[in-house]
Nanobody, 121 residues
Framework: QVQLVESGGNLVQPGGSLRLSCAAS????????MGWYRQAPGKQRDLVAG???????NYADSVKGRFTISRDSAKNTLFLQMNSLKAEDTAVYYC???????????????WGQGTQVTVSS
C-alpha cells in the first residue's frame, strides 16, 4: 500500500521557522502533483501550497513570501519550509500526492495522517 508520512510539526514561537517533510513509500511508479493542506480547529481543510511534477508551484495568498514548497523526486519526498510563522498558521498540516502504482498510469490521490504545527508564545 502507498503511504505518506509527515514529520516536522512542532510548537514554535511567532516569527520562528519549521520545515515539514512528507515521505511517500510503497509501490510507486510515478508521482504527479503533490502539496500541503492545513486544517485549524473548527475550520475547513484549505490548500497551503502545491507543486506539479515539473516543479511549478502555487501558494495560498496567506503564505506567499513566507512558505516554500519543494520536492525531491528521486526520494519521493515533499517539503514545506515555513518562515515568519504566525499564530494563524496553527493547524494540522496534511500532505497529499497523486501517485500511480504501475505502468498503466492509474493515478490515485493519497493523504498523510497529518502533523500538528502550533505557533504560540
Amino acid at each position: 500500500q502507498v503511504q505518506l508520512v509527515e514529520s516536522g510539526g512542532n510548537l514554535v514561537q511567532p516569527g520562528g521557522s519549521l520545515r515539514l517533510s512528507c515521505a511517500a513509500s510503497g509501490p510507486i511508479f510515478s508521482v504527479d502533483n503533490m502539496g500541503w493542506y492545513r486544517q485549524a480547529p473548527g475550520k475547513q481543510r484549505d490548500l497551503v501550497a502545491g507543486i506539479t511534477g515539473s516543479g511549478t508551484t502555487n501558494y495560498a495568498d496567506s503564505v506567499k513570501g513566507r512558505f516554500t514548497i519543494s520536492r525531491d523526486s528521486a526520494k519521493n519526498t515533499l517539503f514545506l519550509q515555513m518562515n515568519s510563522l504566525k499564530a494563524e498558521d496553527t493547524a494540522v498540516y496534511y500532505c497529499y500526492a497523486l501517485i500511480a502504482s504501475d505502468a498503466k498510469y492509474r493515478f490515485e490521490n493519497y493523504w498523510g495522517q497529518g502533523t500538528q504545527v502550533t505557533v504560540s508564545s
